[in-house]
């Protein structure tokens, strides 16, 4: 009870935390993309429940988009956008409690309260309750995860579902009803993004460790681990990583069951109830209406379920079937819950592969704006090193040696493994998406519990209190990072590194998505003369900003790239790298060069606001 308690004070304290911060925050260029698909996709849902119509190839093609990156935005899964348009169409819409952009970011909030929740559970099931409290307080503060929960998009989302993933797996390795609820949240992951896919391969890959650890001598774990390393990168070299990783899988699964197989085995015949055949069989049959690929997923998660009952005894033979399972419930939940699949099942391939090969973005690292590969493979530590407050850092590290000197233990090792899959991709210098640590945000939660650990383990022989107080004052240098952060949390830089004006001197990039261009509202309201204005990387906002009164109704926007300046009687530029041109473009076409305001952070410029002057106006 005293958990349960724990817990849900960590809920309400992280989504009301959230929910104040982002009242601040400016829209990312990518909510405004979900919160249209959003939209649509609630819509949809409510046809749904009135309309056969809704199922059809052409109306779903129509919410969902037929083609990859077009208007559905169907190269993410449609969970998180499901919420967005649900919590709009809830509580602004009809209730009308808050403004859009809010309602919006309710979803996000309420799953980083739920990653909160996670750690505190996965942390005290691994060593103590006050290891947990700290894990998740350190894991609240957290500037870069704290900042992106404001946002109404799939970072945060993911990496929660990540981390539940983790502790059901934990739970399920002693009691197998947790193979239900591993099932449902690995499903809810691959629902999310694609970094849910790494789950099933990660999770399947530790149990393999773990054996491997249990059955093998050390001399005889480093040759074959060793093995297994150099194979793959060798395969990855000389053909792709996608093979690279298909080897890895047949290998693991190959060896999974080599060391894990009983020395006997034995056989019972299931009891079947025949209601629950005749239920079933309708509901597939129901089912198969819409289409056949539900009968078919659906038979492959019976089929090994029936293969539960005939399992030997054995421990890690049952946690094998018990993996098969639940990552069986997760590909039924992908293929039932995402209509695109529907009628294009082979989406799933289409999806995949576009983000094998993204678009590379710019994104300034050290000094240098990456946009092609190959990429440093400083990028990754250098935005760890300058993003995570030092305080909390160093005794992470700590925890992180503790964690390898008891790789042995499954529990460590777990966590070892949770962290080196959340991350290794982006050491890769083909990569793509490399851009920030929002696509490994994953890893945050461990580094906290590392860190919990260790302030524990260094103060152990001391009074329970000592320890209370370090992780308190840790608490508070990342409270005091989050707090000095807001509202601009990707320009904010921490201590280690001298700062914001010290990420800025270092050449760490100041920002992307366009979302500062909300702190040009005051000027804007002030000058009622301003109506057309060059929005630059943040012209798609303006409607939605305007919806919640966050920018005059009179502003508009002028265009892009010259044509929009040109028209415009003021232009904002977002400080990046690889945007200086259009300092340059607004010089020439306005004729002068001084901004008429510019928004910083703690001393770093993030947005300029040039004016037309009155003998330039057309």
């Known amino acids: 009870m005293t958990n349960r308690l724990i817990?849900?004070?960590?809920?309400?304290?992280?989504?009301?935390a959230v929910m104040f911060a982002q009242t601040e925050q400016g829209l990312a260029r990518d909510e405004i993309v979900y919160v249209r698909a959003g939209e649509n996709y609630a819509s949809w849902l409510t046809n749904a429940t009135s309309s056969w119509e809704a199922f059809s190839k052409q109306?779903?093609?129509a919410t969902f988009g037929k083609k990859l990156a077009d208007a559905g935005n169907n190269e993410h899964p449609p969970l998180i956008k499901y919420g967005i348009g649900v919590s709009i169409a809830l509580f602004h819409d009809a209730l009308r409690i808050c403004g859009k952009t809010t309602a919006a970011r309710i979803p996000a909030a309420l799953l980083f309260a739920l990653l909160i929740v996670a750690v505190f559970f996965l942390a005290a099931n691994l060593w103590q309750v006050r290891v947990g409290v700290g894990a998740a307080a350190l894991t609240l503060v957290m500037p870069r995860l704290f900042f992106h929960a404001g946002f109404a998009c799939f970072d945060v989302a993911v990496a929660s579902f990540w981390i539940l993933s983790v502790f059901f797996y934990w739970k399920m390795r002693e009691d197998a009803r947790f193979a239900l609820l591993l099932?449902?949240?690995?499903?809810?992951?691959?629902?999310t993004k694609h970094n849910g896919l790494i789950l099933p391969p990660m999770l399947l890959g530790h149990h393999c460790l773990?054996?491997?650890?249990?059955?093998?001598?050390?001399k005889r774990f480093f040759i074959?681990?060793?093995?297994?390393?150099?194979g793959f990168l060798l395969v990855a070299k000389i053909t792709s990583l996608p093979i690279a990783a298909l080897c890895a899988l047949v290998v693991t699964i190959g060896l999974t069951v080599w060391l894990g197989r009983p020395r006997r085995w034995s056989f019972s015949i299931p009891r079947w109830n025949p209601k629950m055949i005749l239920v079933g069989g309708l509901c597939l049959g129901l089912l198969s209406l819409i289409s056949p690929l539900f009968f078919i997923a659906a038979a492959f998660a019976s089929l090994l379920w029936i293969t539960v009952s005939f399992v030997s005894n054995n421990k890690h033979t049952n946690l094998l079937v018990l993996l098969g399972l639940a990552f069986a419930i997760s590909t039924v939940m992908l293929f039932l819950f995402w209509p695109k699949l529907w009628h294009q099942p082979q989406h799933v391939a289409d999806w995949i592969s576009f983000h094998l090969k993204h678009v590379h973005y710019n994104f300034e690292v050290l000094g240098e704006n990456l946009n092609h590969p190959p990429f440093s493979k400083l990028v990754t530590p250098a935005i760890l090193w300058s993003t995570v407050p030092i305080a909390l850092l160093l005794p992470a590290v700590f925890g992180l040696l503790?964690?390898?000197?008891?790789l042995s233990s499954p529990g460590y090792s777990l966590l070892l493994v949770s962290l080196f899959c959340s991350m290794v991709l982006f050491f890769f210098p083909n990569t793509p998406v490399?851009?920030?640590?929002k696509h490994w945000l994953a890893a945050l939660p461990v580094f906290a519990m590392a860190a919990s650990l260790a302030l524990c383990e260094v103060t152990k022989l001391v009074h329970w209190g000592v320890q209370a107080a370090l992780v308190f004052l840790t608490f508070l240098a990342g409270a005091a990072e989050v707090w000095q952060a807001r509202p601009l949390g990707l320009s904010h830089y921490m201590a280690q590194v001298g700062g914001p004006i010290g990420g800025a001197t270092m050449g760490m990039n100041r920002q992307y998505w366009g979302y500062s261009a909300l702190h040009a509202a005051p000027f804007l309201f002030q000058h009622p003369e301003i109506t057309k204005v060059y929005g630059h990387d943040a012209d798609m906002a303006f409607p939605l900003y305007a919806i919640d009164n966050r920018f005059p109704a009179r502003v508009r926007h002028s265009g892009r790239e010259k044509v929009g300046i040109a028209k415009s009687d003021a232009a904002l530029v977002v400080h990046e790298k690889h945007f200086n041109r259009h300092d340059y473009l607004i010089w020439q076409d306005y004729g002068t060069f001084a901004p008429s305001?510019?928004?910083?952070?703690?001393g770093v410029p993030v947005l300029s606001i040039y004016v037309r002057p009155n003998e330039k106006r057309r």
Not at 183 to 191: Q, R
Not at 210 to 218: E, K, N, P
């Open 59 to 61: 109306r779903i093609e």
């Open 402 to 406: 503790v964690f390898v000197s008891r």
């Open 210 to 218: 773990t054996l491997m650890l249990v059955s093998l001598s050390r």
């Open 183 to 191: 099932g449902l949240s690995v499903g809810a992951a691959l629902l």
């Open 597 to 602: 305001e510019v928004i910083t952070h703690l």
């Open 224 to 230: 074959v681990s060793s093995v297994c390393v150099v």
């Open 434 to 437: 490399f851009a920030s640590d």
């Open 7 to 16: 817990a849900f004070l960590f809920f309400c304290a992280a989504t009301m």
